[in-house]
């Protein structure tokens, strides 16, 4: 029986006829940007995610890039990232002209450090932007406490952990504003790119309305030089069906995490994920660590076992980010975690079955 990294079966085929007819709705209705569904879905995902405001746009990236915009960050300016994240996180950055800062994770959660963030502020920073990295919260009371004392703003990369929360506040809640992808394969995909940003700042909430849809808010009189990147109604109308599903996939992937803890423990020179104290954990990914990564991945390749490495190469060492002039051994944790990091299987519907057979494959390849 082969196993692969995702499959979307199980969590689309229960949910085909609610979907469907959400579709055919948007198509009736003949309003196919900017309409009813997009209001009803952020209105929705607004109160999931235990904010006032949530404004929809057309992937993760333009949310990230977004929000810095909209904060007015620019040339001269440092952003804290992690020095571990997916390349979208600096990207933004990038877009605005400000400078990256990164900064090394916590290696036992992959997750942005607080007791290192003070040793990376000087006059000249902005932003802290921590990204829940696979699904679990960072200490976001830890990093609101520092970005408090030093004045400055956070937005979180929500990419990843959708549902997850720090010390009973959900993710997305945190930042001035904060960020989110349904790209098909997150935790909330919709069948396409799109993406969103959440806050309580209703003057914020509105800028980014405004930016997303050409500077405008009155068709055809624009305010500023603005993008076209919203969500459209169908990916809306999906999203809210899926949605009303999150919670009860979320779960499935905690027991699916849990199976796996209970397998793998003790076996090899394996570490398993580990979830900070306040935090939770969603598991967008199964991330588990060996000295033998390459040589498991092939075996667990040829066992029919699907694995992918989230990321094999860190932001800094990109060929994109060769004129900033970033060494290796600069940031050892995250050249460390990218040689060693492997996702496992991971899906809503995944069976007790099938975690059995990808942790048989892996007990078979390290000797006992
Ligand atoms: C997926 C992802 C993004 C970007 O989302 P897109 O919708 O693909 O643009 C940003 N940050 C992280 C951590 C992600 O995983």
Redesign the pocket.
């Known amino acids: 029986m082969q196993v692969p990294f995702l499959s979307f079966g199980p969590q689309h085929e229960p949910i085909r006829d609610e979907v469907l007819a959400a579709m055919a709705r948007v198509y009736d209705a003949q309003w196919y940007v900017l309409g009813q569904s997009v209001a009803d879905f952020e209105q929705q995902f607004a109160a999931y995610c235990q904010v006032k405001h949530c404004v929809g746009v057309a992937?993760?990236?333009?949310a990230?890039h977004l929000a810095l915009k909209a904060l007015n960050v620019g040339p001269g300016d440092e952003v804290i990232v992690p020095s571990n994240?997916?390349i979208?996180?600096w990207l933004a950055v990038s877009y605005v002209g400000a400078t990256v800062v990164p900064v090394e994770p916590d290696p036992a959660t992959h997750n942005l450090d607080p007791a290192l963030l003070e040793a990376a502020i000087t006059p000249r920073t902005r932003v802290i932007m921590p990204?829940h990295?696979y699904g679990q919260a960072c200490r976001m009371t830890d990093i609101m406490a520092v970005a408090r004392r030093h004045n400055l703003h956070v937005v979180e990369?929500n990419?990843?952990a959708q549902g997850a929360s720090c010390d009973g506040g959900r993710t997305g809640s945190f930042g001035t504003l904060n960020?989110t992808?349904?790209?098909p394969g997150?935790n909330l995909g919709a069948l396409g790119?799109?993406?969103a940003v959440t806050t309580n700042d209703e003057d914020l909430a509105r800028q980014v309305r405004v930016l997303r849809n050409y500077g405008s808010q009155q068709k055809y009189y624009n305010e500023v030089v603005g993008h076209n990147s919203r969500l459209d109604e169908l990916q809306a109308a999906v999203l809210s069906v899926k949605l009303g599903h999150l919670d009860a996939w979320t779960s499935q992937r905690q027991q699916i995490a849990a199976l796996y803890n209970e397998a793998l423990q003790g076996v090899g020179d394996l570490q398993l994920p580990v979830v900070a104290a306040g935090c939770t954990h969603v598991y967008h990914l199964y991330v588990v660590r060996t000295r033998q990564r390459e040589a498991l991945q092939q075996h667990l390749q040829q066992r029919g076992v699907g694995t992918l490495i989230h990321y094999p190469v860190p932001p800094h060492l990109q060929q994109a980010y060769q004129h900033l002039g970033f060494r290796a051994g600069q940031f050892p944790v995250a050249e460390e975690l990218a040689q060693t990091v492997l996702s496992l299987p991971m899906w809503p519907g995944m069976s007790a079955e099938q975690v059995q057979q990808v942790a048989a494959a892996i007990r078979e390849f390290f000797p006992a």
């Not at 992937?59 to 333009?62: A, K, P």
């Open positions: 992937n993760g990236l333009d990230l994240t997916y979208a996180t990204v990295l990369d990419a990843q960020a992808s349904f790209y997150k790119d799109a993406g």
